[in-house]
Nanobody
């Protein structure tokens, strides 16, 4: 089995910064596209940013210029640097990845457990 574990969430004042990490663990053969999603109470889950294995990125309009995604393939980890945080960024942030395990021919879509980000005004 493969898993994703997020870290780095917390409480920050508006204008502050946080850095989230998402580490994949288990018998990983290949790690493909990865991304961050978020969901606030009463809202649907939305894409924050995604990054392909080739490094192409796709940012949501609300975070462009403020958030930056990066990945360290050697560590099977993806990061989300969040700057100039706003109260509307408050949500549970979920890591997502397409992962092929060592025992599988096909990749699986895997979700992390989520990490809470709260931005106070």
């Amino acid at each position: 089995q493969v898993q994703l574990v997020e870290n780095g969430g917390g409480l920050v004042q508006a204008g502050g910064s946080l850095r989230l990490s998402c580490a994949a663990s288990g018998s990983i053969a290949s790690l493909y596209a990865m991304g961050w999603y978020r969901q606030a109470p009463g809202n649907e889950r939305e894409l924050v940013v995604a990054i392909t294995s080739g490094g192409s990125t796709n940012y949501g309009d609300s975070v462009k210029g403020r958030f930056t995604i990066s990945r360290d393939n050697a560590k099977n980890t993806v990061y989300l640097q969040m700057n100039s945080l706003k109260p509307e960024d408050t949500a549970v942030y979920y890591c997502n990845a397409a992962i092929r395990s060592a025992t599988s021919r096909y990749p699986l879509n895997v979700w992390g457990q989520g990490t809470q980000v709260t931005v106070s005004s």
